[in-house]
């Protein structure tokens, strides 16, 4: 079992940097498959990016790509979605997810079984 807890987000105008936090539970990070995906209202869940570390990856979606960046820091099992330059079509909810699993596919959230609460990110113009 892997609790995912995620701190952070904000109301930010566009343009600036917001940094988010996924802190994981009872698994070290090099073991888990570890995601971010967001939801805007009314829309459906969508990947933004991805890792295994030392394996494979970081994969971005293309409307973030340049812009986020996924990292870690192992020593305290936390994972940061850094985003830059954020523009209001990035306002949504921002959910961590984790995979004990290797993949061929890292952007269906069906492949994750674990789920941060989700924390909200909302870009001002």
């Known amino acids: 079992q892997v609790q995912l807890v995620e701190p952070g987000g904000g109301l930010v105008q566009a343009g600036v940097s917001l940094r988010l936090s996924c802190v994981a539970s009872?698994?070290?990070?090099?073991?888990?498959?570890m995601a971010w995906f967001r939801q805007a209202p009314g829309k459906d869940r969508e990947f933004v990016a991805a890792?295994?570390?030392?394996?494979?990856?970081?994969y971005y979606a293309d409307s973030v790509l340049g812009r986020f960046t996924i990292s870690s820091d192992n020593v305290k099992n936390t994972v940061y979605l850094q985003m830059n330059s954020l523009k209001p079509g990035d306002t949504a909810v921002y959910y961590c997810a984790a995979s004990p699993y290797f993949m061929s596919n890292y952007r269906p959230a069906g492949h994750y079984a674990y789920w941060g609460q989700g924390t909200q990110v909302t870009v001002s113009s």
């Open positions: 009872a698994r070290t990070l090099g073991s888990l498959t």
């Open positions: 890792i295994r570390w030392g394996v494979d990856g970081p």
